[in-house]
């Protein structure tokens, strides 16, 4: 079972039946963020990702290149992995479903399931989404005209046999789960939206296709019918697991993923699990602790389209990531992103706008002021270890806020109010004033300390997305003890670290070059 020390935190399972984009690196970072706080906060984090592969259109996807469907999931798979390589992306395992290791879990699984009654051999017809590879019920099908809710493609009625799941019998299960535990579902609409379809009635669905080809998980016993994708995809989470040494992770601690794929998570996922468990009568594959679903991405105002020409790809991605930074792109996810449930607009004045306040005039700025005045009136050293007290308030209510998200993502935005304060605090104090006068300057070496330690326990709040910059700050105060614990993603102590006295009396403060150079189109 998961203890408090630990926590376990995935992605989706990602389709490679094409390269990656702006949405799957947007949850991937924020993913990322949300791993790293928990292992400065010193809990022992296992962060999942990975590629979903039986989808019947990657076969298609790989017959119109030319290649055979492992080559092209190979190629596909290789381009996920090195690019949350090259954004920064902190995951401990990377899995995918084409795995022996995955399969023969998902093959267990189902054995077990037809044992118990759960799954059985019937015959349906109905609404088939052909884009999203699930069958629609009837009333949902009219609610959206007969196409899909997701990509307005037109749905395609067919007939056949199937092995179904009994999701028809955790209806009442699956709405006690949601009073018994209201963070299961995050945000909160979004578990609103839930409760009222599950109230409508939950219908066996098909978990079984025939005729699609090789491509997938046989159904132990019958091979002629394959696994359809989504139950495959969904046991990922604990197929990566399944192991003496890992399964003291479960349950997970936060699926993350996106508000399309909310329905086979928030509902089907833990219906699952609830079954496996009776089957096996065991706990160890009890549901997880919260399923956060976020909004999208949109682009300069509209819905993101090739044909619009709108589309942020990873070439743009990386366009910016050379330009800005890496830092300057994962702050712009995580206090710009669509985490709740309003889409997000990704458009280029707005990242400069948000780069050159936050990042250069506010963060890299700060820094600066600093150093500078450090090393123009105190010689570089910070000689006097004195108290947080003469901060003021502001900085103590905004070190007391707590951020909005469940989450913890808010904390960078925390640590960027906290840098904002400490440039009031210089404003009202005005150290630069006070050091005219040979007499001040025990009081100026107060005011710096007190500065210069505001700024440290901020840059631990911003670490988590800004990895390389405050990483250089830490190397530039010499708290080289920070990145000597967190690399190879070991465990800090978060509350201590942002006890106020860190900084020991005579650190001296290093120069160096703009952590963010303000940027200017011109």
Known sequence: MNSDDSFYISTPIFYVNDRPHIGHIYTATIADIVARRQRMIGREVFFLTGTDEHAAKVVDAASDR???????????????????????????????????????????????????????????????????????????????????????????????????????????PMLELLERNPDFVKPEARKNEVIGRIKEGLADVPISRTGGGDWGVSFPGNPKHMIYVWIDALLN??????????????????????????????????????????ARGNEWLSVPNTVYAHS??????????????????????????????LDALRFFFATQGPLDTMDGDFSRSRFIEVYNSDLANTVGNSWNRIVNMTRRYCAGRLNRKVDGEGLGAELERIASKKPQDSLGVGYVSHG??????????????????????ASNSSQVEEILYRCAEAYRIASLYLWPALTEKMTEVWYRSGLLSYTEVLKNRGSGD?????????????????????????????
């Open 296 to 325: 999208f991405w949109i682009s300069e105002g509209q819905k993101m389209s090739k044909s619009l020409g709108n589309f942020i790809d990873l070439e743009q991605l990386h366009g910016y990531k050379e330009r800005f930074g």
């Open 237 to 278: 989470y604990a197929s990566a697991i399944d192991l003496d040494r890992r399964r003291h992770y479960w349950p997970a601690t936060v699926h993350l993923i996106a508000k399309d794929i909310l329905w086979f998570h928030a509902v089907i996922w833990p219906s699952l699990l609830m079954a496996i468990s009776k």
């Open 416 to 437: 960027v109010e906290m840098i904002k304060a400490i440039d009031s605090y210089i404003q009202e104090t005005q150290p630069f004033k006070l050091a005219k006068d």
């Open 66 to 172: 030319g290649l055979s469907t492992r080559a092209w999931a190979d190629q596909n798979a290789g381009a996920f992995r090195k690019a949350f390589q090259d954004f920064g992306i902190s995951n401990d395992d990377f899995i995918r479903t084409s795995e022996q290791r995955h399969i023969e879990f998902v093959e267990k699984v189902v054995s077990d399931l037809e044992a118990t009654g759960d799954v059985y051999l019937g015959q349906y017809e109905g609404w088939y989404d052909v884009s999203q590879e699930e069958y629609v019920p009837e009333s949902r099908a009219k609610e959206h005209e007969f196409c899909s809710p997701v990509t307005r493609k037109p749905l395609v009625r067919r007939a056949e046999e199937n092995y179904f799941f009994r999701l028809s019998e955790y209806s009442k």
């Open 494 to 522: 978060l509350e201590q670290w942002t006890a106020w006295g860190g900084l020991s009396e005579g650190t001296e403060l290093l120069e160096g070059p703009a952590l963010f150079p303000r940027y200017s189109e011109e």
